[in-house]
């Protein structure tokens, strides 16, 4: 079974920075799009960033001048390199990918999520 582990949340305070990861793990055939979403308490679920299978990236616009999004495909690994945090910001960040992998066929797939806490 696919599966994604998110790490690198943390507490931070405003303005400070965190890394987050996401690594893939399982029978995976391959990943195209990959894409980090955040939801805050009482609040929808928002996209962050993504990728596209192209290699194009996209941002929110808070997101935009302050998150950068990469990857490591030979470690089925994603990344948000959060800058300039915001109180704002706080949310659980969650990872997604679209994959191919044995069982399954294409499937979009999510994290558990990491904890991401801006406060002083």
């Known amino acids: 079974q696919v599966q994604l582990v998110e790490s690198g949340g943390g507490q931070v305070q405003p303005g400070g920075s965190l890394r987050l990861s996401c690594v893939a793990s399982?029978?995976?055939?391959?990943?195209?799009?990959t894409r980090w979403e955040r939801q805050a308490p009482g609040k929808q679920r928002e996209m962050v960033a993504l990728?596209?299978?192209?290699?194009?990236?996209e941002y929110a616009n808070f997101a935009k001048g302050r998150f950068t999004m990469s990857k490591d495909n030979s470690k089925n690994t994603v990344y948000l390199q959060m800058n300039d945090l915001k109180p704002e910001d706080t949310a659980v960040y969650y990872c997604a990918a679209t994959i191919r992998d044995v069982d399954r066929g294409v499937n979009n797939y999510w994290g558990q999520g990491t904890q991401v806490d801006v406060a002083s």
């Open positions: 399982g029978r995976i055939l391959g990943i195209s799009a």
């Open positions: 990728i596209r299978g192209n290699g194009a990236s």
